[in-house]
């Protein structure tokens, strides 16, 4: 069974353009993660989708967004780079009980992740 | 908020060596812990995971029990090799309200085994 996968592995962008992550679920899984892993600052919490929607977002501005396509795959962008956006952005996927209740959860599995360098 | 904390790295052992990674958390429910590692150049791995108290989860000699009296999630392994050699993330998901779907996160323990 293939895991998940991003695209690309690396990018280089300069301050103030656009960067466009790409990243595709374990198969059967409906929900897609992103975090950000900065160097000091450890992995933070961006975005969740599910189903098509984004279900929860992270203490980020809102130059960072994304979409998740009806194949579950997902696109996180960043508009207007800045110097402190340069991490490396992992995804992760589960799948979604729709009875999902306080107290349960579904594992997380994530992808090897894109270096994004901001110069 | 959720939060948690885990011991300052880097840690440097000799192969066969006693492993503990200190964790605690902060969480307002009745989270879920976990231990991911993350091999150089990889992706996060789950090691292993508690959904309540007093649970121990284990995964290839590591083991970790779910102490809600010390709200703590201790790493141990009795016997450490060079290939266990990674970073050890400690994480937490609350799965309720403004927590839904995400994973609490320490800064990480770098790990290091010598032959």
């Known amino acids: 069974e293939a895991g998940v996968t991003q695209s690309p592995t690396h990018l280089i962008k300069t301050r103030g353009q656009q960067a466009t992550l790409r990243c595709s679920p374990i198969?059967?899984?409906?929900?897609v993660y992103w975090y950000q892993q900065a160097l000091g600052l450890g992995l933070q919490f961006l975005l969740w989708?599910?189903?098509?929607?984004?279900?929860n977002r992270g203490n980020f501005p809102p130059r960072f967004s994304g979409r998740q396509f009806p194949n579950y795959s997902s696109e996180l962008n960043v508009n207007a780079l800045e110097l402190e956006d340069s991490a490396l952005y992992l995804c992760?996927?589960?799948?979604?009980?729709?009875?999902?209740?306080?107290?349960?959860?579904?594992?997380?599995?994530f992808g090897p992740g894109t270096r994004l360098t901001v110069l | 908020g959720d939060s948690v904390t885990q011991m300052e790295g880097p840690v440097t052992l000799s192969e066969e060596a006693f492993l503990t990674i200190n964790c605690t958390y902060t969480?307002?429910?009745?989270?879920?812990l976990f231990w991911y590692v993350q091999y150089p150049g990889e992706g996060l791995q789950l090691l292993l995971k508690?959904?309540?108290?007093?649970d121990k989860g284990s995964n290839k000699g590591f083991e970790a029990t779910y102490r809600k009296e010390t709200t703590s999630f201790h790493l141990e392994k009795g016997s450490v090799q060079v290939s266990d050699s990674a970073v050890y993330f400690c994480?937490?998901?609350?799965?309720?309200?403004?927590?839904?779907?995400?994973?609490?996160f320490g800064r990480g323990t770098q790990l290091t085994v010598w032959p």
């Open positions: 989708y599910d189903e098509g929607e984004e279900r």
């Open positions: 994480a937490l998901s609350d799965w309720r309200g403004s927590t839904l779907g995400r994973l609490y």
């Open positions: 969480a307002t429910g009745y989270p879920s």
């Open positions: 198969s059967g899984h409906t929900s």
């Open positions: 508690a959904t309540k108290a007093d």
């Open positions: 992760a996927s589960s799948t979604r009980d729709r009875g999902l209740v306080a107290g349960t959860y579904n594992e997380q599995f």
